[in-house]
């Protein structure tokens, strides 16, 4: 008896943050939806799915795009090489108040739009591009001249993934990258289309 009321509770915990930090995410939907797109956070299949990808054996220089409230960031700073570094471009002050309680040296976050990566980075000199952008709700020229920008920073055997609820922008991509793959996940709310993106230099 004594052992299952400490138990119960701690079991409670993890799912208490995670609808905690589930409504903290929706409130920010609900206030700026168009520039959020979701009205969740993506699920932890989907995060996987996406940062699958990323090499373990080596450091990377990673751009990750619009991490929110940071499940993806995370994801990432866990699974890469401890040398690695991570930039975040992220427009929501909310979202880059809340990336600050990520202790990581790794990681720096700049409270900019996506379409300033070049002011950033040099031409070739990053590894990976992580977006979680919603892309069909930015409009054309924005999302035009930040896939140009991706384009531009990745190393000749770099890759950007993106992940999309339709595959709305698959076409838009061949035009930026020579191959697209695409892989697809239900465990999430709602389904997504997992683009891995290549310049197809190397
Ligand atoms: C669908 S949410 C993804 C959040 C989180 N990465 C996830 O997967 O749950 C999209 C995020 O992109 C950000 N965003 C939208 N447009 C942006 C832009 N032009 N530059 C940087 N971030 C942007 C939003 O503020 C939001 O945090």
Known sequence: MVKESIYLPTLAVPHLLNYMNNLSFLREALRSF???GAIARS???LV???VEPLPQNRPLNIVELGPGDGCVTRAILEKVHPQSRVT???INEAFVARLASIEDDRLRVLGIGADQL????APASVDYVVSSLPLSMIDKATKAAI???AQTVLRPNGRFLQFQYALQDYGLLKDY???VSVSFTLANLPPA???SCSLGMV
């Open 43 to 45: 699920s932890p299949a």
């Open 147 to 149: 896939l140009q920008q």
């Open 177 to 179: 990258f020579h191959r």
């Open 34 to 36: 168009r520039s959020t």
């Open 118 to 121: 070049t002011h950033h980075f």
């Open 88 to 90: 975040a471009f992220e």
């Open 48 to 50: 996987q799915k996406l």
């Open 193 to 195: 289309f997992i683009y």
